[in-house]
């Protein structure tokens, strides 16, 4: 099953830098230093269309490069960006955080990326065949990728990568078991000496046939590729703690190479010369991990690059500076708030749709943060190429609807106020983190949901664990969360399918889950996953809430900088300049 690892939200991300593809279901509280994302996705910007952000649609080049700070000026060879300290487990597949999935992003490169609308692209494999039963994916390698170390990467090192994510004891992030190999699940349970579907044809050359078709199998399969000379010289089958020894001594086939790694300061690396497409044009490369104000980092010149929020006052602020590029992005996840459909209360979908007519959500997450984020309905993001509005309800703020959705439910309003029903009263427990985005919430939900004879009592966590721990000892009503950066549309529907959303089993929903991996179509998928999202966005397991948007803000002398919705912009590093 999928490890999914949920993220805090926050409408306010000062100093977010979303740099790299992480394993899927990684992800970190947002409104830290760096909102990172998970592995190869589908997604692509719905209608061709471009983010945007407010007050800003494109790229806003520097207008006064002579502002540019003195310590920014001496950097000839050299950018930094700013990066909520990693664990140090920078072995692709084993992060402990979305945070070490940022700097193995620069270390290692996968079979197959991305490219802005989402489709698949030749990395480390020049090319692929699929069969036409579309059960058996061939790639093909480069004649020129090498490892860090100098040696080549070949069809025996894919190979091995695959089947240690098939060992009993992989316990991390990537879900290759959903991708289907022939012979995967017989291999992890101990049946069987070797991967039956995983076929080695030549140095160059390997093939891997799937037991059914799966949509997603492509980005499954195109993962990051470990060597196995280096991280399978001690591998037995049910053994993988000894990969942890090897995680401050990467062995990558990505454009940079650890230089350096100091907890709490700073991860540097220098540029490979053994990457493929030929040595980075930037020599070096610095994250920066020290804790501190991302706008005065920028200011000052200390670092290069760094996120914010897209405020209308964030931006002006930027723009003002004279010497930073400032690139609009909106990321490919959703916030939510998650009802505990285990409460009987909850469990009536009168009472949910009620109380997401009765929350004033474009206040909340809307103007409060000067429009630097939308309204959400369904889950998936904007940029995805399955997001649709036809036939989703809006569920515009309308106390009106939610009083009668509550009448309806036989929930009615005794002396103080306050609904009640077989004696006991409508409260909603509500348990957030310790932010002002979450006092926002709190002030206009109590006010919300009072008009409507609903009492909310809030509890609030300073730290991300102990909120976890709450959620799962079931002591909570409403909670609010995002996702990580979201791959495959399957990826934003998921949790209501494999028992994550506890209470939530609706089997409509997992047969059109089922039948949109079924095909390889993306416009038949499309329809499916237009009735899938209208079936969801009646039901309302969730109430979602929003998109964020944000800018990226950089020193002008760069060049070569992109981004889309689902990757960041690792991709693009390598391409970077200084002028």
Partial sequence: MRKKLLSVVSVVISGAVILSACGKGEASPTGATTSPSPGVSTTAPAKDAKPTVT????????????????????RTDTVIVGLTDPSGAFTPHFHQSGYDGNVSSLLYSPLIRLDEKGLPKADLAEKWDVSADQLTYTFHLRKDSKFSDGSSLTADDVAFTWTILHDK???????????NVKGGKAYKEGKAATIEGIKVIDPLTIS??????????????????????YYGKDYTFGKLDYIKNLHSAPVGNGPYKLEKFIPGQEVRFVANENYYKGKPKVEHFIYKTTEGDAFQFIETGEQDYGGFSATNDNIERLKKLGFLNIL???????????????????????VRQALTYGLDRKTIYVDSNQGAASVANIPAPQSS????????????YNPEKANQLLDEAGWKKGSDGIREKDGKKLKVHFIGSKKKSSDVFIAIAKENYTAIGVQLDAEQFADFNSQIAKVDSGDYDLVSFSTPLLADPSDGVVSFVNGEVKGYDNPKVKELY????????????????????????????????????????YNGRIE??????????SASLPEWTLK
Avoid: C, M
Wanted: charged content about 25%.
């Fill in 208 to 229: 891997v046939t799937l037991d059914k078709i799966n949509a997603t199998a492509l980005t499954e399969l195109g993962t990051k590729i470990l060597s196995k000379a």
């Fill in 514 to 553: 089922e039948k949109a991996l079924a095909t390889n179509d993306i416009e038949a998928r499309k329809v499916v996953y237009k009735e899938l999202f209208q079936i969801i966005n009646d039901d309302l397991p969730y109430i979602f809430t929003s998109y964020n948007k944000s800018v990226y803000a």
């Fill in 169 to 179: 004891a992989y316990d991390g992030g990537t879900d290759i078991i959903s991708a």
């Fill in 328 to 350: 609009p992005y909106t990321a490919s996840n959703y916030g939510y708030l998650q009802f505990n459909l285990q409460n009987e209360t909850f469990k009536d979908k009168k």
């Fill in 55 to 74: 007050g800003l649609s494109e790229l806003l080049r520097a207008t006064d490069l002579s502002k540019l700070p003195e310590a920014a000026k001496k």
């Fill in 385 to 396: 190429w399955a997001y649709t509005e036809e036939g989703i309800n809006p569920y515009p």
């Fill in 560 to 569: 070569g900088v992109s981004v889309n919705p689902s990757s960041g912009i």
